[in-house]
């Protein structure tokens, strides 16, 4: 399975905007870069997804690389409850399977 | 919507009893993820289900371990004997073919002493 790299923690103020990265350089051409958070004390919740184009919801944008090998999540005006670990994974059908594998992902701190 | 309904919420039990956890899908989803969480190892998964079969059980830690899915929208984690290392939480999802995401339950957290 392709991995993903991303630093371990960022920390951002409230109301500003937080550009969270990730690396994929052995990304293949069929993976699509998700992105999902966990609450404390929840399970893992999904953000976005992307497979070339930067996309845009009402949670966050995701801009993906021209060379698709890394990706960055942005949040737009980082609030408190935005604090949370966000994982990027790559999820494609190259193995036959259809599953996630989770890394470590970033903590993000929110500073009021 | 209820979405993904785990229980029990937490679980304590003593070493060598046999535990069973226990999973709802969103109504219409054909695909069940087992994953466990720990400090150390992160988000691990375990097992999923396609259309209430198998399909990857290689995250499967042992023996010990055996997951179910006897319909559609039922699934267990059974633990026997239990282990102090298996102290976790283990997380249920489902998912449907096409879609964005999993949509992921609360969690079981399994405390065993």
């Known amino acids: 399975d392709a991995k993903t790299t991303q630093p371990n923690s960022m920390e951002s103020n409230e109301e500003e905007p937080v550009h969270l990265p990730c690396n994929h350089s052995?990304?293949?051409?069929?993976?699509?870069i998700h992105w999902y958070r966990q609450l404390p004390s929840q399970g893992p919740e999904y953000v976005i997804h992307g497979l070339t184009s930067n996309v845009n919801n009402r949670m966050a944008s995701l801009a993906i690389a021209e060379d698709r090998k890394s990706s960055t999540l942005i949040l737009h005006r980082a609030t408190l409850r935005d604090a949370a670990v966000y994982y990027c994974?790559?999820?494609?059908?190259?193995?036959?399977?259809?599953?996630?594998?989770f890394g470590t992902g970033t903590r993000l701190k929110v500073l009021a | 919507d209820a979405g993904v309904i785990q229980s029990p919420r937490h679980e304590v039990t003593e070493m060598g009893q046999e535990v069973t956890l226990r999973c709802k899908p969103i109504?219409?989803?054909?695909?069940l993820f087992w994953y466990r969480q720990t400090m150390m190892r992160g988000l691990e998964l375990l097992i999923y289900?396609?259309?209430?079969?198998?399909?990857?059980d290689s995250g499967m830690p042992e023996d010990r371990f055996s997951a179910k899915m006897p319909n559609a929208s039922f699934s267990t984690l059974k633990i026997q004997p239990s282990e102090p290392r298996d102290s976790a939480v283990y997380f249920c999802?489902?998912?449907?073919?096409?879609?964005?995401?999993?949509?992921f339950g609360s969690g079981t957290r399994l405390t065993v002493v």
């Open positions: 052995t990304i293949s051409g069929t993976d699509y």
């Open positions: 289900f396609n259309n209430n079969v198998p399909i990857d």
């Open positions: 109504s219409g989803h054909d695909y």
């Open positions: 994974i790559l999820r494609g059908f190259t193995s036959g399977t259809y599953k996630y594998i």
């Open positions: 999802a489902s998912s449907t073919t096409g879609s964005n995401g999993y949509t």
